[in-house]
């Protein structure tokens, strides 16, 4: 069993490709995956719950932190491939088609 924390790359691994920050990998394999049934309800709902807590917290750091995780999750539930932009995109597709002008 190896236990070294830092191994060699492996001889298949193409050295000439650049490495992705982080952040950058996470959000590729965030958007790889597929979406579950209702996620941006549930995200919508926790930043709703994180935008109340703050303003029930008594101390200043508190009320920034929770703003801070509850504008996150809003943004996060309005965003993506099945957040709410897609909902409101395909509401208003079906509203140009079969209602009047």
């Known amino acids: 069993m190896n ?4 191994t ?7 050295a000439s ?12 394999a965030d958007a790889r995956r597929p979406d579950l049934p209702g996620e941006h309800v549930v ?4 930043g709703i ?4 807590a703050a303003g029930r917290s008594r101390s200043v750091g508190g009320r920034l932190l929770k703003a801070a995780v509850g504008g996150a999750l809003l943004g996060r539930a309005a965003s993506g491939s099945g957040g709410l932009t897609r ?3 395909q509401a208003t597709q ?6 009047p002008r």
């Open 87 to 89: 909902v409101v995109s």
């Open 43 to 46: 995200v919508l709902g926790l």
């Open 94 to 99: 079906l509203a140009e088609r079969y209602l």
């Open 3 to 6: 236990t070294r924390l830092f």
């Open 17 to 28: 490709a650049p490495r992705l920050p982080w952040w950058q990998a996470l959000r590729e």
């Open 8 to 14: 060699e790359a492996p001889d298949d691994a193409d």
């Open 49 to 52: 719950l994180a935008l109340v």
